[in-house]
């Protein structure tokens, strides 16, 4: 098969489409022929050599694909050849073939394209998982997204307005026609607006109950500052940075607390019970047309290079790499 390989780590263009051995389905694993696959920022910083594969994932990017079910691996049950998937993966997605734990599969959702299916498990879990699960948002709450625009984002936005949440969001200004019609009440261009004060004037000073954060060190005072009595923080992301200074006051005052979780260095059991959660929470959302796969753009495979620079820019959304 061919997959994309990186055999010296660098700029987009460190990206290879190459000849590669076929992955066979061991006990308990599926093999995907996959049809799509997604860029999700993880992959940028694994092309440059900074973020390596955990132990035991196929060497190649890729953390989630749709496709076809090619083979079942020896005590699989439940799935069959021909089948029409998409799969939470450690790595490996950007390839024709990928061998998935039968866990991390889930159902095409009725009404979505194969293709466009490649879009959902990655962002689905992550905000599920974090945003349900962790910090658990009901009805009538707040959420405040940041990075709106993100393949996270747009997904955070459509979870939080189905669930009946109130949802706030920063981006960049141009982004933010596309981020109302998601469901986001109001956006804030954090280039120029400071994000505390509009959070603070949409919900009457009394802050927001639940922050999904992408930036780390760089917002993490004001995020504090942001969140309302009993309030969530969870950080997902560090591209403002990894360390800074909590005020500990602030937190006891507020009775708030502060989470930080990565999905991918998680073990297949827990990814297993995330996905399961995702199909009978998100996947009814999905289907009843309250949350779509939100696209920027659909590239060959071979043109991976594009892909990357495309999500190292201005994009809404996903960037989706094609296998035809
Ligand atoms: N922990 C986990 O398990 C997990 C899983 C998946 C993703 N993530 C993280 O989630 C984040 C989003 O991932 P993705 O693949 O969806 O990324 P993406 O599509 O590449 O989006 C990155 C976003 O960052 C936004 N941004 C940059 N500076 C900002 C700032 N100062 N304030 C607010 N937004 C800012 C950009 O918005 P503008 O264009 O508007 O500037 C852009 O939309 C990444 O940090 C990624 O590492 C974490």
């Known amino acids: 098969m061919r997959a994309i390989t990186v055999p010296k780590p660098g700029g987009p263009d460190a990206l290879v489409w190459a000849d590669v051995p076929d992955p066979e389905p061991g006990p308990g694993e599926v093999l995907v022929e996959v049809r799509a696959s997604a860029v999700n920022r993880a992959d940028l910083l694994q092309r440059q050599g900074l973020y390596p594969p955990p132990a035991g994932a196929p060497a190649y990017p890729g953390l989630e694909c ?19 998937v ?8 950007y390839a024709e073939r990928v061998a998935v734990p ?12 194969v293709v466009d299916a490649a879009a959902l498990p990655e962002v689905a879990c992550t905000v599920w998982s974090n945003v349900v699960r962790l910090a658990g948002l009901r009805a009538g709450e707040t959420l405040l997204v940041h990075g709106g625009g993100s393949g996270i984002g747009t997904f955070a936005i459509q ?7 109130t949802v706030l969001t920063t981006a960049r200004a141009g982004k933010h026609d596309r981020l109302r019609e998601l469901g986001a009440a109001y956006a804030i261009d954090y280039r120029e607006q400071d994000f505390v004060a509009e959070v603070r004037r949409r919900t009457d000073g009394r802050g927001a109950d639940v922050i999904l954060d992408i930036m780390g060190a ?16 969870v950080v997902i992301g560090m591209q403002g940075g990894r360390k800074a200074e909590l005020d500990l006051g602030a937190l006891l005052t507020k ?17 297993a019970e995330i996905v ?3 199909w009978d929470e998100v996947w009814p959302l999905i289907e009843a047309g309250k949350i779509r796969p ?21 994009h809404v959304g996903k960037v989706l790499l094609t296998t035809r």
């Open 66 to 84: 749709s496709g076809v079910v090619g083979a079942v691996g020896p005590g699989v049950t439940g799935w069959e050849v021909g089948q029409e």
């Open 86 to 93: 998409c799969a939470l993966l450690s790595g490996g997605g």
């Open 102 to 113: 039968a866990g991390q599969l889930l159902p095409v959702p009725a009404g979505v394209d």
């Open 159 to 165: 979870l939080g307005a189905a669930l009946g949440a």
């Open 218 to 233: 760089s917002y993490l005072d004001r995020n504090v500052t942001a969140l309302a009595t009993g309030g969530r923080l």
């Open 255 to 271: 009775r708030a607390t502060v989470a930080a979780t990565a999905l991918r260095s998680r073990p297949p059991e827990e990814k």
């Open 276 to 278: 399961r959660g995702v």
């Open 294 to 314: 939100v696209v920027d753009h659909r590239l060959p495979m071979a043109e991976a290079a594009t892909a990357h620079r495309m999500v190292e820019g201005d």
